[in-house]
């Protein structure tokens, strides 16, 4: 029995190959809809669409300790970057806060946790956020501010905005 020779497949953007059978439009959609996954770079965290990721499981599994590492890994450019998504509301401002809580000031990492307040305190919609807390939640934000050990003038300055 002969072999028949596989078809020639020609390579199309973003690496992927195509299929004789297959039209220009459906090979770039095939690569478009199945994208490389890049993971989290050690040096400069997580993107905006991987946080979010990151936040639905975290919603999901209520796994703190994920969402604080993943919180812990960012640096200061990135937090930015990562509050400044259409996405943040009152629940993540108050699973941030639980992370800090939980991870951030049992392991002495004040100076992280409030440089992820005041990155948070700078995002876009976060006047609109703070006015729609419950006073429970605020309560709550002020408590964790107060076991900071950090510069006074910046945690009332943090305690000012929430």
């Known amino acids: 029995v002969k072999k028949q ?7 199309v953007p973003g690496g992927k190959k195509e299929k004789p059978w297959m039209k220009s439009k459906d090979a ?11 993971p989290d770079s050690p040096t400069t965290g997580p ?7 990151h936040w639905n499981e975290y919603k999901k599994k209520k796994d703190e300790t994920a969402f604080a590492k993943l919180l ?3 640096d200061s450019a ?29 392991n002495s990492l004040d100076a992280k946790a409030v440089e992820i307040l005041t990155a ?7 006047d609109v956020i703070t006015m729609l807390l419950s006073q429970k939640d605020k309560k709550s934000i002020h408590n964790v501010i107060s076991q900071l050990n950090h510069d006074e003038k910046v945690l009332q300055s943090l305690r000012s905005k929430f």
């Open 47 to 53: 993107t905006s669409f991987s946080f979010l990721q």
């Open 5 to 11: 020779p596989e078809p020639k497949q020609e390579a």
């Open 72 to 74: 812990e890994s960012c």
């Open 78 to 106: 990135t937090l930015g970057r990562l509050f400044s998504t259409p996405m943040m509301e009152s629940d993540m401002v108050m699973g941030i806060c639980g992370a800090i809580n939980l991870h951030f000031i049992p």
């Open 28 to 38: 770039a959609a095939a690569a478009a809809a199945t994208p490389d996954k890049q």
């Open 120 to 126: 948070l305190t700078k995002a876009p919609r976060f």
